[in-house]
């Protein structure tokens, strides 16, 4: 599967930004699809996850503040972020599911990221 994410871009404290990801292939509603970001370590931590079947979880630093969504119809994942902090500074990922659920592991494919830098 190969995954494009765009929406990144530079936003001030308090604002916000939508990103978008849409994968190639077909099957795309079987599968639970993430956002991942880096962190200043190299790691890349999952900020959101929705199951195929709609279901969602989110990081507790983001929890309130970022609403994660899919449209099947599209191929395309969204990661519709609010009230951004500077600590949401980073390098954002989409990664698609092993399976239909997130808890169940990940596709290997990563994808390039997309460039959120918000200022303080």
């Known amino acids: 599967v190969q995954l494009q994410a765009s929406g990144g871009g530079f936003v001030q404290a308090g604002g916000s930004l939508k990103l978008s990801c849409t994968a190639s292939?077909?099957?795309?509603?079987?599968?639970?699809m993430g956002w991942f970001r880096q962190t200043p370590e190299g790691e890349r931590d999952l900020v959101a996850a929705i199951n195929s079947g709609g279901s969602t979880t989110y990081d507790d630093a983001v929890k309130g503040r970022f609403t994660i969504s899919r449209d099947n119809a599209k191929n395309t994942v969204y990661l519709q972020m609010n009230n951004l902090k500077s600590e949401d500074t980073s390098v954002y990922y989409c990664?698609?599911?092993?399976?239909?659920?997130?808890?169940?592991?990940?596709?290997?494919?990563w994808g390039q990221g997309t460039l959120v830098t918000v200022s303080s």
């Open positions: 990664r698609r599911g092993a399976t239909g659920f997130y808890y169940q592991g990940w596709n290997s494919n």
């Open positions: 292939g077909s099957g795309f509603s079987n599968y639970a």
